[in-house]
């Protein structure tokens, strides 16, 4: 009688003609037990341990491999598996592929490329080769991926390790990163949101500010304190006038995340507590609810169907306004008196059409709450001084605040400081303390802060395009900005309210049509007195289309530019955000047109749109070193606001070339780079790894990427919304743009002389046309 076999707790079996799903998120995939096999030989000893016959390093064996790929048998019933021990085969890919030791397998890497793993139809006696960076750098994803789900043996399927490149970044996207960027302002996940890389006071222990007036929201981090003592977490109440520029500043020493918006549910044990709402941030060092990340995030959210997190975004932002004053740059206690480029309308729109539409009344009061906070907003912000130019009527980024901005890197001003420091015989850090409380009075430096806090308002931190100047531009971009505010609201107060809408807080509106005498009267009408109309929103777009093509149209050079307040000219810097007049809808026909044809090719590189043109950044040296707002680098909401805006006028065929253009490059680095998704690129060299003041962000993980980048993860999902399925496929194969469009230029000429061939005149004409736009 043979000897009975037992087996290990949680052994599972593998099937090896059953069917499996391949391509589907780590949670589904890795679930279960470790795996074994019965395929040939079965013994008990295999169960302790993965003992192949062929070890996977194979260094000293490379000149006996007579055939390119495979020493097993080949497979024509089933797909390829691999049976691997996931610990040691971590250890051996590290050890001969990650020659830089960032645990990391790139195109930089000096390993083989090349390792034998033992298919599970032998038992893994038999190996296969897997080659090239591609392969070995997704196979260390999924070990580690493995590694996370407790499995010590596993089955992997070939197909993980050759899967589609687009098809596993974006499924990467939407089941895992946006997964990894989600917080929680609540005592579940305050351990994770309070964790603040850009903090240098030393002090890591949390702190949470509640805003003034919500009393259960105090009480309820009172209670989490007390019932999690190891964090140490210390609630501190908000005065109501929490923006205070002096009151801010004595923040800087005792920084802290910002409560956000929460809602009450049932604690389980029949009473009532409060819940974080979930959102995303971009990741990296920025750890916290952001503005206008959060705008393109919420873009891709939608592409990936999860509306319900998006929505829970802009009910943040509604908080915000309400308890902060306006849409924080970012949801921390530094960042009270800052906010950033305004989408809220064209945000809370989005997502209200694609609510369900089960309960139409529940979407129209949250859309009006929406509303009715970007109202207020755009009336005690945009259009209320300091940021308002009363003599142009145009808006400008300039933020209060003093001293010295405390979230950057502590050696960030040095040089802008040293000169001061040696005028008053300090060290700089004697002379950066004495600044900030006000002993040491230079007002020179004073309006360079000035400048740089608008920079980090305008989110083009830095360029430079505003250096030393930003806070006296009325710039494209935000103008763009507030023209579709103006529509969004209009249209939404005449297609969803009936033409009439009541606003519950109250507040001044600022007065229209601006003007210096306007703004000189302190008498303002209240928000409560009248119902708002549609006409008012529409004829404050109008006023505002006129402004833009009065101060920042240039007709002689086929672009918007910047228009200088205090100066009163025109700032001839060339940056990419003209095209937001496209995404606005404030260009007439005939602006687009002219910069398509004549002003769109100078931002156009390979790898897509730069921020601004080699020409206008100037030339680069130890003394003027690179900007990363600036031309060679390429961003994704540049990218997704010139894709919309092309096709909002009807260029859809721009839009999708530099779309493929954009995913090309991203799918590039994905691809050579161990799943890299950073914040940005040199759309020039195609490259992430950048040579600016701040590096680049989502590039330092290790073994598996975890996150991508917000904003990146949405310009990649969008874009493939602008692909053709020709186009999608080529850059699956990474075909290089050049490569693409030639050959597509080919086939238009190519059917062009089957046209004159076949004796059409017209036909040849129109196809002439054709060629030579696209060419151009």
């Known amino acids: 009688m043979p000897p009975k076999v037992t087996h290990p707790t949680g052994v599972a079996f593998f099937d090896e003609h059953g069917p499996r799903p391949t391509n589907v998120d780590a949670a589904t995939y890795y679930a279960g037990g470790d795996t074994y096999t019965r395929s040939r030989t079965y013994s008990q000893s295999h169960l302790q341990g993965y003992k192949p016959k062929r070890a996977p390093a194979f260094e000293e064996d490379l000149h006996l491999r007579t055939r390119r790929m495979s020493h097993d048998e080949k497979s024509v019933t089933a797909p390829r598996r691999f049976l691997i021990d996931v610990e040691e085969t971590i250890r051996v890919v590290l050890e001969q592929e990650d020659t830089d030791g960032d645990f990391q397998i790139s195109i930089t890497d000096a390993g083989p490329k090349m390792m034998a793993l033992g298919t599970a139809t032998s038992n893994g006696f038999k190996s296969f080769d897997i080659r090239g960076t591609y392969m070995l750098s997704n196979l260390l994803q999924e070990l580690a991926l493995a590694r996370d789900h407790n499995r010590k043996r596993i089955v992997l399927d070939e197909a993980r390790l050759t899967e589609n490149p687009v098809d596993r970044l974006s499924r990467m996207i939407k089941n895992s990163f946006w997964h990894s960027l989600t917080r929680r302002i609540d005592g579940e996940g305050l351990e994770i949101i309070t964790a603040d890389p850009k903090n240098r006071t030393g002090r890591i222990n949390p702190r949470i500010y509640v805003p003034f007036g919500e009393p259960a929201m105090a009480e309820y981090y009172r209670k989490v304190a007390k019932e999690k003592p190891h964090m140490n977490l210390d609630v501190q109440v908000l005065p109501q006038k929490c923006d205070d520029p002096v009151f801010v500043k004595s923040l800087n020493s005792k920084p802290g995340i910002l409560a956000l918006a929460m809602n009450e549910v049932d604690d389980g044990h029949g009473g009532r507590t409060l819940k974080g709402i979930p959102f995303i941030v971009p990741g990296a060092r920025f750890n916290e609810l952001y503005n206008w990340d959060s705008y393109f995030i919420t873009l891709g959210l939608l592409v990936d169907g999860k509306v319900a997190m998006a929505k829970g975004m802009v009910e943040h932002f509604i908080f915000e306004i309400k308890h902060y004053g306006k849409i924080l740059n970012g949801s921390r206690s530094y960042y009270l008196c800052r906010t950033q480029p305004p989408f809220l309308t064209d945000m809370a729109l989005q997502i209200y059409n694609q609510l369900d539409r089960s309960d139409l009344e529940s979407n129209r009061q949250w859309l009006k709450l929406a509303i009715q906070a970007a109202i207020k907003e755009y009336h005690t912000i945009w259009v209320a001084e300091p940021r308002i ?74 360029t430079y395009r505003f250096e030393k100047r930003c806070a006296n531009l009325g710039t494209i971009d935000l103008q763009a900005l507030l023209y579709k505010y103006e529509v969004d609201i209009g249209t939404a107060i005449r297609e969803v309210f009936d033409d009439e809408l009541e606003l519950d807080e109250d507040f001044p509106l600022a007065p229209f049509p601006p003007s210096v005498e306007a703004y000189a009267n302190p008498r303002r009408e209240s928000s409560k007195r009248r119902p708002q109309t549609s006409d ?11 402004m833009i093509d009065k101060y920042l149209w240039n007709e002689s050079k086929s672009l918007y530019f910047d228009y200088d307040t205090v ?29 398509v044809s004549h002003s769109l090719q100078k931002f156009e590189v390979l790898g897509g749109l730069v921020s601004g043109t080699e020409e206008s950044r100037g030339k680069i040296s130890l003394d003027r070193p690179n900007r990363q707002w600036d031309y060679p680098y390429a961003w994704p909401p540049h990218q997704i606001m010139a894709w919309v805006g092309l096709e909002r006028y009807g260029y859809l065929e721009d839009a999708q070339r530099l779309a493929y253009r954009f995913l090309y490059m991203m799918t590039t680095a994905f691809v050579d780079f161990n799943g890299v998704v950073p914040e940005k690129f040199d759309a020039v060299k195609l490259s992430h790894l950048v040579d600016a003041e701040y590096g680049n962000q989502g590039i330092d993980f290790k073994m598996v990427p975890r996150e991508g980048f917000g904003w990146m993860n949405s310009a990649y999902q969008v874009g493939l919304s602008f692909l053709t399925t020709h186009m999608r496929r080529a850059v699956a194969a990474c075909t290089s743009p050049e490569v693409f469009f030639n050959a597509q230029i080919n086939a238009d000429a190519a059917a062009a002389q089957a046209t004159a061939a076949a004796g059409d005149p017209l036909g040849l004409a129109m196809d002439a046309l054709h060629l030579s736009a696209s060419s151009g």
């Open 389 to 462: 130019d009363p003599k142009t009527g145009l808006s400008r980024y300039r933020p209060e605040g003093l001293g010295i901005p405390p979230e950057t890197e502590a050696s960030h001003f040095t040089h802008v400081l040293e000169p001061y420091a040696q005028k008053h015989g300090l060290s700089v850090l004697d002379f950066t303390e004495k600044y900030n409380d006000g002993s040491i009075k230079e007002p020179q430096l004073d309006e360079y802060f000035l400048h740089d806090r608008a920079v980090r308002e305008s989110g083009h931190d830095t």
């Open 536 to 546: 008012e929103w529409f004829e404050r777009a109008e006023h505002r289309k006129q």
């Open 567 to 595: 100066t009163e000219k025109q700032i001839l810097y060339e940056s990419v955000t003209a095209l937001w007049a496209l995404w606005a809808g404030c260009a007439s026909e005939e602006q687009a047109w002219k910069l």
